[in-house]
């Protein structure tokens, strides 16, 4: 397919989520455009050990890399709780590459952790038989969210994690320090409680093996979901009034790892200027002494621009919601899977993360939100035992 640079950019949005079952407003990736994919090695060993905020600021590491990179452009990405997946073109190939090795680079520096990083070009996978179409969805002001349609993006994860398969494309974490702007990234807030009870995490992957009929179990899960947890305002996971800034030295240094220089007092110092900013933040939002609409409404932009459902070929979602619900829409989600039409995995949790990407305060955000304890990481654990369980039912 011939390359087009701002592709993307020229894309007329979705307007509402559930048009991704729907083929209006899809193009096919040209084939010099690269796949870029992260995700952190033994992150369940990681989340046992109460590391998932650590985990969830490493799978977003790269995105805001990558979006300071393309400055105003835009360009297609996932955030999967334990790592991303991006679309670049063939022209950025080389700058995000370098941004892939000081990601994994400071991670393993500041956390500890192996972040496996990897790059595939678009042509390698459509030669192998992958497909990949891409639409995007208005989500907020100043944030259109990609969904994506076909295997592309699970081939590309595959091969990348495979130890032979993979070797070609994997990125090593740099030896040196770049001078990449991971300006924006942020871990602020407190974690976010259910605002009924319940944070569900839910993936879901259709299996009936054609595309249409794929499509028209998305969209009957779409629908159910609806009709068990209500509307997107009814569902949303965050809440404006139980939003609050975080003075824990725990939570905080999870941005002082990443950002400080590497000594005990750097770091502390690192922790104090975010308090400090969270107490002027605070005062601005509740006190608002300069009685400025944008503070008194920037929990409510936030709300605009949280990243909490996409579709990437398979559709992922983070939920608020009673234990009724989840004990209703668990049990037609079995029988579907039972039946062979799909297979899905969901973890529970009583309140939601959130790992910001702040570009300007009162401007372009992004905010992605994931179940706490674990949430998408391990709810693709649940989705693979399903995967285990519907291929030994067809007697693979």
């Known amino acids: ?38 995700d952190v090695q033994s992150s369940t060993e990681a989340i046992q050990a109460g590391r998932y905020k650590e985990v969830n600021m490493s799978g977003a ?20 709780g334990d790592g991303a997946s991006l679309l670049i073109p063939a022209h950025l190939a080389d700058a995000i590459r370098k941004a892939l090795a000081e990601t994994a680079r400071r991670v393993a520096d500041g956390y500890g952790l192996i972040l496996r990083a990897g790059m595939i070009p678009m042509a390698h996978l459509r030669a192998i038989g992958a497909k990949l179409r ?4 208005i989500i907020g002001d100043g944030y259109h969210q ?47 409680p259910s605002p009924h009870g319940e944070i569900v995490s839910l993936l879901v992957a259709a299996t009936n093996g054609d595309p249409a009929q794929d499509m028209s179990t998305y969209d009957l899960t779409l629908k159910r979901i609806n009709d068990i947890y209500g509307d997107d305002a009814q569902r949303h996971p965050i809440a404006p009034p139980h ?24 770091r502390w110092l690192y ?73 899905y995995g969901l973890h529970v949790t009583d309140r939601a993360l959130m790992t910001c990407l702040i570009f300007q305060r009162h401007g372009r955000h992004v905010h992605f939100v994931d179940g706490a ?8 654990r649940a989705l693979k035992a399903g995967l285990k369980t519907i291929t030994s039912l067809q007697g693979v």
């Open 134 to 137: 891409v639409a995007k969805v």
């Open 271 to 343: 922790v104090q200027k975010l308090r400090l900013i969270n107490l002027l933040g605070r005062m601005f939002m509740d006190a608002n002494p300069f009685h400025s609409s944008r503070w008194r409404h920037y929990r409510q932009r936030i709300l605009a621009s949280c990243d909490y459902q996409k579709f990437d070929g398979t559709l992922r979602m983070v939920m608020a919601g009673t234990p009724e619900q989840r004990v209703a829409l668990d049990a037609w989600l079995k029988e579907e899977q039972r039946q062979g039409r799909l297979i």
């Open 61 to 80: 590491l790269v995105i805001v890399a990558a979006l300071n990179i393309v400055g105003d452009r835009e360009i297609p990405f996932v955030f999967g």
């Open 243 to 266: 939003l609050n800034l975080s003075f824990s030295s725990h939570q905080l240094r999870h941005e002082a790892l990443l950002f400080a220089p590497a000594s005990s007092f750097s």
């Open 146 to 192: 990609a969904v994506f349609r076909g295997d592309g993006m699970t081939r590309a994860e595959t091969i990348i994690k495979d130890p032979e398969a993979g070797r070609p494309f994997r990125i090593d974490p740099g030896a040196n320090r770049e001078s990449i702007d991971f300006k924006g990234l942020e871990c602020r807030w407190q974690d976010v």
């Open 1 to 38: 397919m011939e390359s087009i640079t701002t592709f993307y950019d020229d894309m007329i949005p979705l307007k509402d989520f559930r048009q991704i079952t729907g083929d209006l407003g899809f193009s096919e990736v040209p084939d010099d455009w690269w796949i870029a994919v992260t």
């Open 373 to 380: 304890d674990g949430g998408y990481a391990l709810a693709a």
